[in-house]
């Protein structure tokens, strides 16, 4: 045997050993990874990693200001006839922004305004259906004016529901907010208020459609049986998919509604949407809850969330309107200041463009309210961080924010709506 054929055998056999090492390595490893898939699925836990909707979607074209969407299609959805959905397709055919489940679009509307003119109002409006190739769908509730008070009605909904109809033109921003559900596999819990329903529908319709093994619950709390939205659709999906849970609570009940309701197999209380019943309900296991409505609903739920040991990061909401939710910590384990906590004493405040220097002190508001307090007009829309109407540039100082918005305003600006000043500020207004 020559020594080229001896260093062959030498090196042959080092490789069979190398190969034979790594056969076992592999085989190891992937006896425990079947073991930690076999005790996560006994636990029922998310193996898989989230990831987040903007990440999987950043792929998908958005476009700068305002499109021009044609209603293609309008439909009554409660028994009552306040809550109108419109189907948005663009003017130019083009394809649509994907979005994430929970988040909304913005409108500009040339309502008629109580002098008999027509006013430019912007507006925020949900997404109410799972994302669609070619269309959007949005559901209103129609706002009356308040019994007993002399607030008007509600413009952007009354506006949408008396005028826009099949063949009207509209000015949409692209999809927007920071309120979407998350893509991972692991529980979820959402709870709609009255029209806060229409993120859940969103959520809910994406889930059952790209995550039908999803365990997720619903809790939608209305008044009575007049108010449900989506009724027949609740109830189908319900019914095709045994790991949807939905339960009905009713405040004020019709009388008759709770049976009613029963004999469709519906799950009914006569009751607000509380922690007591989620307690009652809800096996134990890691939910991420989704809450969407009124702000009293929304500021009693999330501190007893919290109170019953819901880590921080698992609760995600919306309020309609401005609104100040009490938190314990932020989501990146913050401490959150309410309103006005961190100023003690007046704090001068500068309008450049108007010329006028006035003395904010705790209490007074947001600067938007400020502003507008001492005739100053600045444009707004949602007054709630979602629509950027009233992003205003910062010349000198530093304000502080009393939610995050939704709406991410550019390097040295701010959304007046939900912030204060921290220090001596000058704003461009």
């Known amino acids: 045997m020559t020594s080229l054929y001896l260093i062959l055998w030498i090196a042959g056999g080092v490789l069979l050993q190398l190969a ?24 029922e836990i998310a193996v898989n990693p989230e990831v987040e909707p903007e990440v999987a979607q950043s792929t998908a074209a958005a476009w700068a200001g305002y499109r021009t969407f044609v209603v293609e299609r309008r439909a009554l959805e409660d028994a009552s006839g306040q809550v109108c959905s419109f189907y948005l397709a663009p003017q130019d055919g083009k394809p649509l922004a994907a979005f994430s489940p929970g988040q909304f679009l913005t409108f500009q509307l040339d309502a008629p305004a109580h002098t008999g003119d027509s006013q430019s109002v912007v507006r925020c409006y949900s997404l109410s259906d799972a ?11 129609r ?16 506006y949408l529901h008396d005028h826009v109809q099949v063949g009207s033109q ?9 309120f979407y559900i998350d893509r991972s596999n692991a529980p979820v819990v959402l709870i709609g208020g009255g029209v806060g329903i229409t993120p859940m529908l969103s959520m809910l319709n994406w889930c059952l459609s790209e995550q039908p093994a999803r365990e997720l619950w619903l809790f939608y709390g209305v008044r009575n049986s007049a108010e449900l939205v989506m009724q027949t659709h609740l109830k189908d999906m319900a019914t095709q998919h045994s790991n949807f849970h939905l339960h009905l609570c009713m405040s004020d009940p019709l009388p008759g509604d709770v049976v009613e309701l029963s004999q469709l197999s519906v799950q009914c209380h006569q009751s607000r949407v509380d922690v007591a019943l989620l307690r009652k309900l809800l096996p ?13 609903m929304l500021q009693s739920l999330v501190p007893a969330l919290e ?7 698992r609760i995600h909401f919306e309020a309609f309107g401005p609104a100040s939710i009490p938190r314990r910590k932020s989501a990146n384990g913050a401490k959150v200041a309410a309103h006005g906590d961190d100023q003690s004493e007046a704090v001068l405040v500068t309008f450049a463009k108007s010329g006028k220097q006035e003395a904010w002190k705790p209490g007074m508001g947001s600067l938007l309210e400020f502003a507008e307090g001492h005739g100053i007009a600045v444009s707004s829309g949602c007054r709630a961080g979602g629509c950027g109407s009233c992003q205003t540039s910062i010349r ?34």
């Open 396 to 429: 000198t100082g530093e304000v502080a924010y009393t939610q995050a918005p939704d709406f991410d305003p550019e390097p040295g600006s701010c959304l007046l709506c939900v912030c204060t000043p921290k220090t001596a500020v000058t704003l461009e207004a």
């Open 143 to 158: 706002a009356p004016a308040p019994a007993g008070s002399p607030f008007p009605a509600g413009v952007s909904s009354n």
């Open 307 to 313: 109170d019953w040991g819901v880590p921080d990061g």
């Open 170 to 178: 509209l000015q949409v921003r692209a999809p927007a907010g920071h």
């Open 20 to 43: 034979i090492y790594l056969c076992i390595g592999f085989w190891r490893h992937w006896r425990s990874y079947q073991a930690l898939r076999h005790a996560a699925s006994e636990f």
């Open 284 to 296: 134990l296991k890691p939910y991420h809850y989704y809450i969407c409505g009124p702000t009293p």
């Open 131 to 141: 994302p669609q190739p070619n269309r959007y769908r949005i559901s209103v509730k």
